[in-house]
């Protein structure tokens, strides 16, 4: 299922690029509006400097953000690529600014869902994706922010009402993401397994958060159990529910809203 999830969201920004954004001129953000720029004022083709401007980027993001995550994200940037290559560039709308908008919220759908299933669109998105796990940062709006820079030097360089549009599109984008992939809420998890030591290396080893762990007795079996207790990021959810069930498919878990978070929320470098 959350293979299909990212099948479906690169299909969708390719949909959103293609019929809303580049037949109006409208850059697109991160390191493929750069990528343009660049193709635009060099020789240099295109798709060759965006290879190149995300391989350090794909790298850093393999040694941060972990191999599944990587895996996922260049899959998602090889079906975006065929989506752009395949889907014909035809424009659904006359109208440049109403394009810009429903061009921002389909392109803010796709990443949205692609970030959901644990993967990334590349470029500026691996970046939104470190940065909002050290730093607890609402990633559309970091997204935002860089891009924002990036149309700025366009508009320089080339037109101010395709910057503008950008703009735009870009801060819808930002929005939509936001309200698919995480509200930058705090979520409690409680886990109860007889699994607690595998769990709790399982959970270490790939999760930026530290967790306490309690000893206790089912009240029905009166058996040994460990009770796990940790505070994560809303967007993290998916992952960590995939992680308890690698380690225990029986493990009961109880996922609780929480209002505040006072003290040291992520984990602590002990090295």
């Known amino acids: 299922m959350k293979w299909l999830g990212l099948i479906v969201g690169s299909l969708i920004v390719g949909v959103g690029f293609n019929l809303f954004l580049i037949p109006h001129h409208i850059l697109s953000g991160g390191l493929s509006g750069i990528s343009m720029i660049f193709g635009m004022i060099t020789p240099v083709n295109t798709g060759l400097i965006n290879f190149l401007l995300n391989l350090p980027l794909l790298i850093l993001g393999y040694k941060m953000l972990g191999k599944k ?10 079906i975006i690529s065929l989506a752009l290559y395949l889907i014909p560039v035809v424009p659904i709308a006359k109208d440049t600014i109403l394009s810009s908008i429903f061009g921002g919220a389909v392109t803010g759908l796709g990443v949205g869902l692609v970030f959901r ?3 990334s669109t590349g470029g500026f998105d691996i970046i939104g994706m470190i ?3 050290k730093m607890d940062f609402p990633i559309g709006v970091l997204l935002s922010g860089m891009n924002a820079v990036v149309i700025m030097i366009s508009g320089f360089l080339f037109n101010w009402d395709s910057a503008l549009n950008t703009l735009v599109s870009i801060y819808v984008t930002g929005k939509v993401v936001d309200a698919i992939y995480t509200d930058h809420a705090k979520l409690t998890i409680m886990i109860i397994t007889e699994k607690g030591q595998e769990l709790r290396e399982h959970l270490l080893t790939n999760l930026y958060r530290g967790l306490t762990i309690m000893d206790g007795t089912g009240g029905y079996t009166n058996s040994k159990r460990n009770i796990l207790i940790t505070v994560i990021s809303r967007y993290e959810l998916n992952e960590v529910k995939q992680l308890i ?12 809203e929480t209002i505040e978070v006072m ?3 992520h984990r602590p470098n002990l090295k």
Do not use: Y
Request: a negative charge.
């Open 117 to 119: 299933c644990s993967g």
């Open 131 to 133: 940065v909002a796990r």
């Open 263 to 265: 003290g040291l929320f």
């Open 245 to 256: 069930t690698e380690i225990d498919t029986t493990a009961f878990v109880n996922i609780t």
């Open 69 to 78: 995550f990587m895996v996922n994200s260049v899959l998602s940037v090889i």
